[in-house]
């Protein structure tokens, strides 16, 4: 979304495999979760940036579903909510996969509700236990070519390597949730129709503010000018309805 933006999720993977078969024998993904964004704190920011934070909850978001679906032991879990998830799926489900959580607090008082928000988000993480058995599957490598393409909306040609070797493996190997059931499509759908509000109602929310802005200096304007003995009753009872109107509309898109 923004190449030079230091705001987002980051992922370093070192993958083992072998010379001769390429077979992955191992991997280890350092992770950087970009943290979790408030509109409020957003709201004096350009469009480009409101855009960013709404992506960067939004995988959160999904990362969040995908660990209280496996501490519910639910039938399946929504690792294709967001490519964040996807990518980091077998670092939760995998057999003998590891994995660790730091989260990052700070002890300024300002900082308060986010480091509450965190210590729950961890928390959740820290108690989630995942039984390998109840929610493997098998699949075949075109199921998970398809599943891919789909995914990054690109030919398997144009996806690298380490990521493509990473999911695609031999059918007798077994990963989670590839193919998506209409429950997990409508977890999918209420994800994205969360964040699309969500910077909805941002924008809308900034819109006020503005009009705000405008309106005490106009009612101001036309207060003075009634005092104007020269000017038009009528005209000025008819400026103050509209800016009313016009105001009150601009409140109403908020609900």
């Given at each position: 979304?923004?190449?030079?933006?230091?705001?987002?999720?980051?992922?370093?993977?070192?993958?083992?495999?072998?010379?001769?078969?390429?077979?992955?024998?191992?991997?280890?993904?350092?992770?950087?979760?970009?943290?979790?964004?408030?509109?409020?704190?957003?709201?004096?920011?350009?469009?480009?940036?409101?855009?960013?934070?709404?992506?960067i909850n939004h995988s959160l978001?999904?990362?969040?579903?995908?660990?209280?679906?496996?501490g519910k032991k639910q039938g399946?879990?929504?690792?294709?909510?967001?490519?964040?998830?996807?990518?980091?799926?077998?670092?939760?489900?995998?057999?003998?996969?590891?994995?660790?959580?730091?989260?990052?607090?700070?002890?300024?008082?300002?900082?308060?509700?986010?480091?509450?928000?965190?210590?729950?988000?961890?928390?959740?993480?820290?108690?989630?236990?995942?039984?390998?058995?109840?929610?493997?599957?098998?699949?075949?490598?075109?199921?998970?070519?398809?599943?891919?393409?789909?995914?990054?909306?690109?030919?398997?040609?144009?996806?690298?390597?380490?990521?493509?070797?990473?999911?695609?493996?031999?059918?007798?190997?077994?990963?989670?949730?590839?193919?998506?059931?209409?429950?997990?499509?409508?977890?999918?759908?209420?994800?994205?129709?969360?964040?699309?509000?969500?910077?909805?109602?941002?924008?809308?929310?900034?819109?006020?503010?503005?009009?705000?802005?405008?309106?005490?200096?106009?009612?101001?304007?036309?207060?003075?000018?009634?005092?104007?003995?020269?000017?038009?009753?009528?005209?000025?009872?008819?400026?103050?309805?509209?800016?009313?109107?016009?105001?009150?509309?601009?409140?109403?898109?908020?609900?």
């Amino acid at each position: 979304m923004n190449r030079s933006s230091s705001r987002s999720h980051c992922i370093f993977q070192i993958i083992l495999r072998d010379k001769k078969s390429n077979e992955v024998h191992g991997k280890f993904s350092l992770v950087d979760l970009a943290g979790n964004e408030r509109g409020a704190d957003n709201m004096s920011s350009d469009r480009l940036t409101r855009i960013e934070s709404s992506s960067i909850n939004h995988s959160l978001f999904a990362l969040k579903e995908c660990i209280r679906a496996i501490g519910k032991k639910q039938g399946h879990i929504p690792f294709r909510g967001s490519k964040l998830t996807l990518v980091l799926r077998d670092s939760f489900v995998a057999e003998n996969a590891r994995t660790c959580m730091i989260a990052m607090v700070s002890p300024g008082n300002l900082s308060c509700d986010h480091t509450i928000n965190t210590l729950h988000y961890a928390n959740r993480v820290k108690e989630m236990i995942v039984e390998e058995s109840e929610i493997m599957a098998e699949v075949n490598d075109q199921d998970l070519d398809d599943d891919i393409e789909k995914t990054y909306d690109v030919p398997i040609s144009g996806i690298p390597d380490c990521l493509v070797m990473e999911l695609q493996k031999n059918k007798a190997d077994k990963v989670v949730d590839v193919v998506a059931t209409p429950h997990e499509v409508n977890d999918e759908r209420k994800t994205y129709s969360l964040s699309a509000l969500q910077t909805k109602l941002i924008e809308k929310h900034q819109l006020c503010l503005e009009n705000m802005k405008s309106w005490t200096p106009c009612l101001q304007d036309l207060y003075s000018a009634d005092k104007n003995t020269k000017y038009d009753f009528t005209m000025y009872a008819g400026a103050v309805s509209a800016l009313l109107k016009n105001h009150i509309k601009v409140v109403q898109q908020l609900q």
